[in-house]
């Protein structure tokens, strides 16, 4: 290394204390086993990082490696790669902004997300970012059995209508005119969800809407989760041009990257789509 930024060979070797043999030796030593794998692993990262258009961490490439691609490797050495590298996930966190509602539901939910069963809890909530043109809205319906969008809405405004769309397409696609009732529906205190258009389109397909206190994180985590990892890995990678340019992305982001590519560590580094199949087959 000090030989390289020009300093003669003769010197260097005497400051490390090490034989100048032993410099010219390893220069003409062929790459050792340990070295090829490392190189091999190190474009193999590569290429998981660029395809998770570089949203992965230590975490996920590593899941990516041992289950997707069924490479035998330790999450240290993973991390240690990716370090040499310059790769990294996208970190960060969210700030929420809370409104009172014209109609307030009851916790059905207590903080208690996990269900043994698709379709036994809904929660929902929306989202705004800026493009150059204007602001995007967007709500989601996640379902906690297997953390899956099953329903989503985009729009220029925050109106009822954004979240009720999301809800019904929620009910349309998961449920149909057959489904038995009592679905939690599972919200924050904005007047969107307290609106009569939202709350009638939930009961009228004998669903329960349910509503957390206000100004509490921990009464809606699961759904705030979901909107800070789409902060990080999609919105706030870009500056925005035009609406129809960000709503294109956040369908790809909700549909194909997260519904059906995104592992996730609380379902086993598997996919949502994946988790529902697997579940539903074993307990039929």
Request: with cysteine.
């Given at each position: 290394m000090i030989a390289a930024q020009g300093l003669p060979v003769q010197v260097a070797c005497r400051v490390l204390s090490v034989a100048e043999s032993g410099y010219y030796a390893q220069r003409h030593r062929a790459p050792s086993q340990r070295q090829i794998r490392h190189a091999w692993l190190t474009e193999v990262i590569t290429?998981?990082?660029?395809?998770?258009?570089?949203?992965?961490?230590?975490?996920?490439?590593?899941?990516e490696l041992t289950l997707g691609k069924g490479i035998s490797v330790d999450h240290l050495q993973v991390g240690l790669l990716m370090q040499r590298a310059g790769l990294k996930g996208l970190t960060g966190r969210r700030r929420w902004k809370r409104i009172l509602p014209d109609q307030i539901s009851t916790d059905l939910v207590k903080r208690n997300f996990p269900?043994?069963?698709?379709?036994?809890?809904?929660?929902?909530?929306?989202?705004?970012?800026?493009?150059?043109?204007?602001?995007?809205?967007?709500?989601?319906?996640?379902?906690?059995?297997?953390?899956?969008?099953?329903?989503?809405s985009i729009d220029s405004s925050p109106t009822a209508a954004l979240a009720t769309n999301a809800l019904g397409m929620a009910i349309d696609?998961?449920?149909?005119?057959?489904?038995?009732?009592?679905?939690?529906?599972?919200?924050?205190?904005?007047?969107?969800?307290?609106?009569?258009?939202?709350?009638?389109?939930?009961?009228?397909?004998?669903?329960?809407?349910?509503?957390?206190?206000?100004?509490?994180?921990?009464?809606?985590?699961?759904?705030?989760?979901?909107?800070?990892?789409?902060?990080?890995?999609?919105?706030?990678?870009?500056?925005?041009?035009?609406?129809?340019?960000?709503?294109?992305?956040?369908?790809?982001?909700?549909?194909?990257?997260?519904?059906?590519?995104?592992?996730?560590?609380?379902?086993?580094w598997v996919t949502p789509v994946e988790d529902e199949r697997h579940r539903i087959i074993t307990a039929a």
């Open positions: 290429e998981v990082h660029a395809a998770s258009h570089g949203r992965y961490g230590i975490r996920r490439v590593h899941a269900r043994q069963e698709p379709n036994r809890l809904w929660v929902t909530d929306l989202t705004e970012h800026r493009t150059r043109e204007d602001k995007v809205f967007c709500c989601v319906v996640l379902d906690t059995f297997s953390r899956r969008v099953v329903g989503w696609t998961r449920l149909g005119a057959n489904a038995e009732p009592g679905t939690v529906i599972h919200s924050d205190q904005g007047v969107q969800f307290g609106s009569w258009a939202f709350t009638t389109r939930a009961k009228a397909a004998g669903r329960l809407p349910s509503m957390g206190s206000v100004g509490d994180c921990y009464d809606h985590s699961m759904i705030e989760a979901f909107w800070s990892r789409m902060q990080v890995e999609l919105l706030d990678t870009l500056i925005w041009n035009t609406r129809i340019e960000l709503a294109n992305a956040i369908f790809e982001y909700l549909e194909i990257w997260h519904n059906r590519k995104r592992r996730h560590g609380r379902l086993g």
